[in-house]
């Protein structure tokens, strides 16, 4: 049975009529033929045979009459004929057309089949932790094809946090540890190959929270000065808590160089529009023992740390908007503050703890659902969820397993609204190895939610068609 995950609006197939498909393929546009290269190496890793470049085999046409995003496929006389209106649409159809064929004894089957289709929801991302974790260069790679495959639209890198500043800096050289860190013509080769397959990079900066790594390597620009003297590191600003995970909110030289560090990732990704900036977390009391804080707050006539945490975040994603980049924000500045930030940010609401769906809605912020029941794959916690879990969920509804979550015992949901504008998984504190398989498991089926907002399938057909599936996406990213 022919299986593909998400599940198309329309398929029709007759199994009783199938053809032996030539080996190459053709492309009547130049934009469209520029995606021949990843197509032809995923279709060789998958199916173990070359592509070559003519006509008779699998042909894509430009077809302005379909809209945005969509695609269509059908056979004609042995050809497998694909028809989009663009560089998504046409990227959706390659992945579906490696999804629909057979290796075989005989060479590479096709049923007869007509599909036309197209997603719900646009957003449709995975997130790595490569902080916490190591992951080898190669295997980011690995992602983008998972991504590929299944239709997710974004690849949201958690580059920086706690443990490791993974990118290259220019401004601050020793924040890149030795074999722990990407080389820029690693970030260059990374955006190339993501580009060819029609997926985006959101790269991600923690702050002003998750910063040890910043305060520690740099505490002279980094650090809060504070006005308790206690163990810590000493500094010409004061002294640094070792325990602390917060930059100072008000110094002009944490300001400047947080600034600088923000320039240096947008400008190593300028395919991405958006950049994620943290903003969750955050050990905010200690601002009110820091003398350089307090100033800023008299000054500026801010009333206490939650308001400052606001304003920070403002002014942040301000700084960023105006590099032409749209901030991405965690779920975690309170309500109250939320007057400082621009409606043009966009909150993954994950914890709904401290800002709910309803009310970031209300407010007038576009959200991204990253539930964290079901959505999360992570290492420390026994609460694990598979694709039957995800397949109950819809991307208007919020679970938490956490008593402090308001979505423990009541799971929110929101009425349908393109502010909602997808969903996410997570993959936190786990390597490549460890992580690998749940990601091809529940990234799958999260898609076919997103792409699906109405379930269109049940627990045990969609299961059937990612058994077969799985095979596909293991022989797409094996070592070579």
């Known amino acids: 049975m022919i299986s593909v995950i998400p599940t198309p609006k329309k398929m029709e197939i007759d199994e009783d009529k199938v053809f032996l498909l030539k080996t190459c393929v053709y492309f009547d546009n130049g934009e469209f033929e520029k995606s021949f290269g990843y197509f032809s190496d995923a279709f060789e890793r998958i199916y173990e045979s070359e592509l070559k470049l003519e006509r008779g085999g699998i042909e894509f046409y430009r077809d302005n009459s379909l809209e945005k995003a969509h695609y269509a496929i059908k056979t004609e006389d042995n050809v497998l004929k694909v028809y989009a209106p663009d560089k998504d649409g046409m990227l959706f159809a390659m992945a579906t057309v490696l999804q629909i064929l057979e290796s075989t004894d005989n060479g590479i089957e096709c049923a007869e089949v007509f599909i036309e289709d197209y997603g719900d929801k646009e957003y449709r991302s995975l997130m790595v932790d490569l902080s916490r974790k190591w992951h080898p260069f190669d295997k980011l790679l690995r992602y983008i094809d998972i991504c590929f495959l299944y239709k997710v639209k974004y690849l949201h890198l958690h580059f920086?946090?706690?443990?490791?500043?993974?990118?290259?800096?220019?401004?601050?050289?020793?924040?890149?540890?030795p074999n722990r860190s990407y080389t820029r013509e690693q970030i260059e080769f990374l955006n190339d190959y993501a580009e060819s397959c029609g997926i985006i990079i959101v790269p991600e900066f923690e702050c002003p929270g998750h910063c040890p790594v910043l305060v520690k390597t740099y505490p002279e620009v980094f650090a809060d000065k504070l006005e308790t003297q206690t163990e810590g590191i000493v500094t010409e600003r004061g002294v640094y808590l070792d325990t602390s995970n917060v930059l100072c909110a008000g110094s002009?030289?944490?300001?400047?160089?947080?600034?600088?560090?923000?320039?240096?990732?947008?400008?190593?990704?300028?395919?991405?529009?958006?950049?994620?900036i943290g903003g969750d977390e955050v050990n905010i009391k200690q601002w009110n023992n820091c003398t350089v804080c307090k100033e800023y707050m008299n000054e500026h006539g801010i009333a206490d740390e939650k308001e400052l945490f606001c304003e920070y975040i403002g002014r942040v994603t301000d700084y960023v908007l105006s590099l032409g980049k749209t901030p991405l924000v965690w779920e975690g500045f309170p309500k109250e503050g939320a007057h400082h930030i621009s409606k043009d940010v966009i909150v993954i609401s994950w914890e709904t703890r401290y800002h709910l769906p309803g009310e970031l809605l209300e407010e007038g912020f576009s959200i991204i659902n990253c539930s964290w029941q079901p959505l999360y794959i992570v290492s420390h916690y026994r609460e694990r969820w598979d694709p039957r879990d995800i397949l109950k969920w819809n991307v208007y509804n919020w679970q938490h397993w956490w008593p402090k979550s308001e979505a423990c015992l009541n799971p929110i949901t929101v009425a349908p609204t393109d502010k909602v504008l997808g969903g996410m998984v997570c993959a936190w504190t786990l390597t490549y190895e460890q992580e690998i398989n749940f990601i091809m498991e529940n990234l799958a089926a999260m898609c076919e939610r997103v792409w699906n907002i109405r379930r269109v399938v049940d627990d045990d057909t969609y299961l059937f068609r990612h058994i077969r599936l799985t095979t596909i996406a293991s022989r797409l990213i094996q070592d070579r």
């Open 252 to 276: 002009e030289v944490t300001w400047e160089a947080t600034k600088t560090l923000l320039k240096e990732i947008c400008d190593m990704f300028p395919e991405s529009p958006y950049i994620n």
């Open 160 to 177: 920086i946090d706690s443990v490791l500043y993974t990118l290259p800096s220019t401004a601050f050289p020793k924040l890149a540890k």
